[in-house]
């Protein structure tokens, strides 16, 4: 049995503590995290910029290229570079938050460090929101001020960020620009959720663990949508009311993702504060 209370009432004086010795006995893993997430975005910027400023310095000096075309060249080059950097920092926001996500319990992956979280003089719900606030906030954080880093990179090697905020711009113009926004936030969200749930479950390899469920998940998903398409069902009556009922889907699936989201945390912090010292498949 644990000699911590679960159910002991938030203290905000115990949880600064709390915070406090953590970040003392991890500050090397976080730095090190730190450096990782800032550093991949960095890494790719610089890549592109080499890439893009060689390129760019090849149009200068062809001699075939002049004036108005050779302006209408570089900012065509400028645009792919920075749109390239852009589309490249979104797949790793992505999976930067699934790996956030799996490393939230790691803490639980053996008898040791299961002593050592739980034995902490705090409650558990002190030490999951802990365990939240850093994978999931300071996570997320660190990956975007990473990738504004590596925007900054790019608008200094060759102005390519300039460009592709440019086209952001014009798309949050857009009357889509909300929706599809808070579709991409959200879902990419619940992946973070959907690997922290899984640390909770399996905080040892967890994200490996996690990714094949989700991928058998997801093929039988798509077993299950052919078998759906392939029955005799009007289509066309589906799809005429979903063009009539399009904000009802659109608000619809966004409140769907939203609780996709609230229901793996709650399933993760069941799981979290019901998880003993001692487990009886982990011996290790």
Known sequence: MDTIDTYKAFSSERFNSLLKADFTANKSNYIKLAIGSIGVFTAIALLISIFTVIDINSLKHASDL?????????????????MTYFTLSLWVLSIGLTVLGSLTFSNLSSKRSRISAFMVPASRVEKFTMRLLTYLVGGTLLLV???????????????GAGVAMDELSNFFSQDYS???????????????????LGSS???KLSWIKTWVVIMVVQWLGALLLMMVSAADISWYAFFHFFELNIDLFEWGGLTLL???????????????KNTQI?????TK
């Open 66 to 82: 002049t004036g108005r075309v050779l302006d209408g060249a570089i900012q065509s080059r400028q645009n792919t570079g920075g």
């Open 145 to 159: 001020i990473g990738f504004f880093i590596g925007m900054l990179i790019c608008q200094i090697a060759f102005g």
């Open 178 to 196: 909300f929706s599809i926004t808070m579709a991409f936030i959200l879902m990419a969200l619940l992946g973070n959720s959907l690997y922290a």
């Open 201 to 203: 479950l399996w905080p």
């Open 258 to 272: 939203a609780l996709l989201n609230i229901v793996c945390w709650v399933i993760a912090w069941w799981r979290y």
């Open 278 to 282: 001692i487990q009886r498949f982990m």
